[in-house]
């Protein structure tokens, strides 16, 4: 027998989880069959190439499972800390629960969305600083590495249990609207509302901050290029909501 659940295994819809479920399936046939397996534990393979990458992840990992689940605040504490490292703002935070609330998110989740916006690009501690902090044009390979980051992001969180219901907003922050982003190029309401929240706070947050490649923009035009975003990227609803939010901060 072979298991598969989902948000654990970051499929993106059932063919997806099915897809799984008969990877796992296979492996328990190629050992010997009468075994029943989950999809983890065909993933080894993949846990020790993430291992391999960074440090910081095996640490949260070991942390992890040292500790009971109701004592796990202090590896969400942990993670949270390496995620700000990696972009993860107060204002920006404020912004995605503030957008979340106004679309009538209830409060617990709200405060979810809020903490998924956090740890969004936590996939980005596994990938070299050569090619987060280039300054020029990435190659169509370090590109595919970039656009790896919220599977890889999952796989950091996923044995975490405090981190389960962040995990499709992680997955899915760089979808867009009209189906051209990834990781699986979902479209419209098929993408979580929450990655949805996020992917406009996250675009914004990058556009008014410095990168390696480019200054910061000013205010006006950053939200000047989420408007034109707006049906192609974004879903008009959030936006119009954003744009509400940034001009009224308080």
């Known amino acids: 027998m072979g298991v598969a659940s989902y948000p654990e295994e970051w499929a993106a819809n059932s063919l997806g989880l099915m897809d799984a479920a008969w990877k796992v399936l296979n492996k328990?046939?190629?050992?010997?069959?009468?075994?029943?397996?989950?999809?983890?534990?065909?993933?080894e393979e993949k846990k020790a190439d993430i291992l391999e990458g960074s440090r910081d992840v095996k640490y949260l990992w070991e942390r992890s499972a040292q500790i009971s689940e109701s004592s796990q605040n202090g590896v969400r504490d942990v993670v949270f800390e390496k995620?700000?490292?990696?972009?993860?703002?107060?204002?920006?935070?404020?912004?995605?629960?503030?957008?979340?609330?106004a679309l009538g998110v209830p409060g617990?989740?709200?405060?979810?969305?809020?903490?998924?916006?956090?740890?969004?690009?936590l996939g980005k501690l596994v990938l070299?600083?050569?090619?987060?902090?280039?300054?020029?044009?990435?190659?169509?390979?370090?590109?595919?590495?970039?656009?790896?980051?919220?599977?890889?992001?999952?796989e950091i969180l996923k044995p975490i249990k405090i981190f389960k219901e962040m995990i499709p907003l992680v997955l899915h922050h760089h979808e867009k609207w009209n189906g051209t982003g990834y990781p699986f190029h979902l479209k419209g309401e098929k993408i979580p509302l929450g990655a949805r929240i996020i992917a406009v706070a996250d675009t914004y947050e990058?556009?008014?901050s410095d990168r390696p490649y480019r200054k910061a923009y000013p205010k006006e035009e950053a939200l000047k290029i989420i408007n034109q975003?707006?049906?192609?990227?974004?879903?008009?609803?959030?936006?119009?909501e954003f744009m509400k939010i940034v001009s009224n901060p308080a």
């Open 83 to 101: 995620a700000k490292g990696l972009g993860g703002t107060e204002d920006m935070m404020l912004r995605t629960k503030r957008l979340a609330e």
């Open 108 to 121: 617990l989740e709200a405060e979810v969305i809020r903490q998924a916006a956090l740890v969004r690009d």
């Open 229 to 240: 975003e707006s049906g192609v990227s974004f879903d008009p609803v959030v936006v119009d």
């Open 206 to 208: 990058a556009l008014i």
């Open 128 to 154: 070299s600083e050569e090619v987060l902090n280039k300054p020029s044009a990435l190659s169509p390979k370090e590109l595919g590495e970039i656009r790896n980051h919220p599977q890889l992001g999952v």
């Open 28 to 43: 328990a046939k190629a050992d010997g069959g009468h075994k029943v397996y989950a999809a983890s534990d065909a993933a």
